[in-house]
């Protein structure tokens, strides 16, 4: 016969620190949680758990930190390409209005407005005009459109545009598109309007752009009759070059192309993306320009892409809207146009006052297009031309000296530059660290993780959950043998109501159980 063994050690709980330690992926805390006493060894072992655990915690802190912070770098990066999309070519002649299309109507409506004029000078001005004074039956119109002088009495294309060429093929007036814009009446080439297909190049180089010549016509140049802020000086069209989603701010942005010169315009396209907040401060919601917005409807076209210079213009609009009731001529929007009278004190002013201070709030575009530009020019005609040139625009050399430009617009080369914000620290970059970290500080991973859940898991089952099952369990036992206690008293105070002899009482029955869960004996009272 085999001795008979002691008692066996009852299996701990999976609740218990020293189960959870001795099978817990993390280092260390089976050396600090083992069996046996408190030693020396248990207390190192204590400490170098504790202090990589903080260590780790604070390396985690500044990681996130700093993944809070949202940082981003910028790639400049130079790709090619077979085929580029050409600019839109704005031009805008200096001039405003020609002197041949003013009328004395309109000088008593814009006169003092536009150049400054008080009332009792325009027979003089008419005259240097070489036209004659109103007549004393004049009668001026009830009303006055400022858009309909600009674009009756601004420069016609047909009269400036010489000669134009496109990759060495013919071009006309019929590949411009009129715009307004604070210069006046102006024009723009491959502006891609009313879905038009936009032109392309597959060249880079001189010959492989846009190749114009174009008359200034001085002869139709205002007099200049008093200095005041708006009174032009010089002679020559302003240029600006942009992308098709961008309206021409040319007053601020353009080029300047003098007479008697021809100018050589190399450009290099500039593809531009930005990062929307935390990480950046672009923005793609276009700004209504209406002071008070229409409700929306469905059916309406979209709205315009966003762009920097559509949002400063469309912030001015508001502005002037805002200020004066009305708006410029060149301005979008809903509000009519200003009258001379508000255009001089109003319009003009508030305008001014803002560039000055700049008010206009207007974040970068997320993506966006700009062309890069490098200016040379040489002098037109030569001597050797000059005669050839006259004869051929049937012109004096003299008036094609001073009054004849050709501009060369092409691309440097088939390449572009792209100019891109990137997020400095995503969050894989995040994740990874934090890994590497909880690897090299206290050797866990993910999974060690989902152990500790599983640990606080068996932890509240067992001694929260637990202690109060056995709460109620030992509330329901009191209850029980309550109820027992009372139910025997009653048999022995209630009066036997037979008229016999009262019956003897059977002895109780007594009979001893044992309890395989709890190996406890209970008294069972069979009545």
């Known amino acids: 016969m085999k001795p008979t063994s002691g008692p066996e050690e009852a299996p701990r709980p999976a609740s218990d620190i020293r189960v959870f330690a001795s099978n817990c992926s993390m ?29 780790f915690l604070y390396q985690v802190a500044e990681r996130v930190r700093y993944y809070r912070e949202f940082h981003h770098q910028t790639a400049l990066d130079e790709r090619e390409s077979h085929r580029l999309v050409f600019p839109a070519v704005t031009l805008c002649n200096i001039n405003p209005l020609r002197r041949s299309r003013l009328t004395p109507n309109d000088l008593h409506w814009a006169g003092s407005a536009l150049l400054g004029l ?11 005009l070489g036209r004659p004074p109103a007549p004393p039956s004049f009668m001026p119109s009830p009303t006055f459109d400022m858009a309909q002088l600009y674009a009756r009495a601004g420069h ?26 604070r210069m006046g009446k102006c024009y723009t080439f491959n502006s891609g309007a009313d879905g038009a297909e ?15 010549m174009l008359d200034v016509q001085q002869e139709e140049y ?64 276009s700004l209504n320009p209406n002071y008070e917005p229409e409700p929306s409807d469905p059916l ?60 206009c709030a207007c974040p970068n ?3 966006s297009t700009r062309y890069a530009k490098e200016l040379s020019m040489v002098r037109i005609p030569s001597r050797a031309a000059a005669r050839f040139l006259a004869r051929k625009l049937n012109r004096s050399e003299a008036y094609i000296a001073e009054n004849v430009l050709a501009l060369d617009i092409f691309f440097e080369a088939l390449n572009y530059e792209t100019v891109e914000q990137k997020k400095a620290y995503e969050m894989s970059e995040l994740l990874g660290d934090i890994g590497g970290q909880m690897g090299l500080f206290i050797g866990a991973s993910l999974l060690t993780i989902l152990e500790i859940l599983d640990y606080l898991c068996e932890v509240f089952r067992d001694k929260v ?28 105070q209630v009066p036997h109501l037979s008229l016999g002899p009262r019956p003897p009482t059977p002895p109780c029955a007594v009979t001893k159980t044992l309890s395989a869960s709890h190996r406890t004996c209970y008294l069972v009272t069979r009545l």
């Not at 016609?156 to 814009?181: H, I, K, Q």
């Not at 021409?248 to 315009?265: A, E, K, M, R």
């Not at 708006?327 to 004190?345: F, I, L, T």
Request: glycine content about 10%; aromatic content about 8%.
């Open 222 to 285: 205002l007099p200049v009759w008093r200095d005041y802020e708006e009174t032009p000086f010089e002679v020559g069209i302003r240029v600006q070059i942009h992308s098709q989603e961008e309206p021409p701010i040319i007053d601020q942005l353009g080029l300047g192309v003098s007479p008697g010169y021809q100018t050589f315009v190399s450009c290099q396209q500039q593809q531009l993306s930005f990062l929307p907040p935390p990480w950046g401060d672009c923005s793609s919601a």
């Open 156 to 181: 016609s294309l047909d009269d400036m545009l010489l000669d134009c060429r496109f990759r060495g093929e013919p071009c006309g007036p019929e590949n411009f598109t009129t715009v307004f814009t």
């Open 300 to 359: 309406s076209s979209p709205s315009p892409p966003y762009t920097l210079m559509g949002c400063r213009l469309a912030c001015e609009t508001r502005y002037v809207a805002r200020k004066c009731g009305c708006r410029m001529m060149y301005m979008p929007g809903d509000a009519p146009v200003c009258s001379p009278q508000q255009y001089k004190n109003c319009a003009h002013p508030a305008i001014d006052a803002m560039l000055r201070k700049d008010s």
């Open 27 to 55: 280092h260390g805390l089976g050396h600090v949680f083992g069996p046996g006493s408190l030693s020396l060894r248990r207390g190192m072992w204590a400490a170098a758990v504790v202090l990589s655990v903080a260590t």
């Open 365 to 367: 575009p997320c993506a």
């Open 118 to 128: 008080d009332p009792a000078e325009h027979p003089a001005f008419l005259r240097a």
């Open 198 to 212: 936009l032109l392309t190049t597959t060249r880079g180089g001189m010959g492989n752009g846009l190749d114009i």
């Open 465 to 492: 959950l637990g202690y109060f099952w056995n709460r109620r369990h030992s509330q329901r036992h009191s209850s029980t043998n309550l109820l027992q206690e009372g139910l025997g008293s009653h048999r022995t």
